[in-house]
Every structure is written in C-alpha cells, then in structure tokens.
C-alpha cells in the first residue's frame, strides 16, 4: 500500500491550493481517507475525513468552511481543497488511510501514511 501526496507550495493568505492523494494497493471501498497536518513545533493534527462512500465528511473546526475533502474512484486519488488560506495553516499536510470503524480524528487509528506535502502560507 502506498499513499502519495503532492500539490503543496507557497501561497499568499487569502489564496487557495488544492492537494492530491494517489492510493495503490487498497480497494477503494476498503477505507476511509484524510488529511492531517503539522505545523513547525507542534504535534500532527486532524483535518478533514471522507469515507469510501463519500458521504459524512468531517472536517475540523479550524478548516470547516474553508476546506473541503473529496475523493475520485477512478483515479484512487483524495483530494483537499484548501481556499480562504491563512498563515496558521502553515503545516506538512499528511493523507492517510483508515481501514477501521475508529474515532476518525485518532493518529494511531489510521493504518496507511503517506510522505507528506509542504503548504506555507504568506501574511
């Protein structure tokens, strides 16, 4: 199982990024997909959820409204939508793969990590 993230770079506050997950090696309808982040000095912190139906996304508090999560069957990849960006959303943004019925927001309930995609963002 692999997970590879990408579409991270620098942005000005206000501006929007989109970031891209490519998974292989799992069913898609075996997992619900996320994002996580962590900023320079803290600790990893969740984001946004999306099951393999697509229904019930959970975001958290600091990005609901702002981002938004997806995913494409045909194309295995989660997405993250990031608009309305502010410089505390400086972090590496992770996706990962949850194949249980966990708290979604719980690190150690996911069981696939991707490497991670850089996202600074500008005052």
């Known amino acids: 199982v692999q997970l590879h993230a990408s579409g991270g770079g620098l942005v000005q506050a206000g501006g929007s990024l989109r970031l891209s997950c490519v998974v292989s090696g799992l069913t898609f309808s075996a997992y619900d997909a996320g994002w996580f982040r962590q900023a320079p000095g803290k600790e990893r912190e969740f984001v946004a959820i999306i099951p393999w139906r697509g229904d019930r996304k959970v975001y958290s508090r600091s990005v609901r409204g702002r981002f938004t999560i997806s995913r494409n069957q045909a194309k295995d990849t989660v997405y993250l939508q990031m608009a309305s960006l502010k410089p505390e959303d400086t972090a590496v943004y992770y996706c990962?793969?949850?194949?249980?019925?966990?708290?979604?927001?719980?690190?150690?309930?996911?069981?696939?990590w991707g490497q991670g995609t850089l996202v600074t963002v500008s005052s």
């Open positions: 990962a793969a949850k194949t249980n019925a966990a708290d979604v927001d719980q690190i150690r309930n996911y069981d696939y």
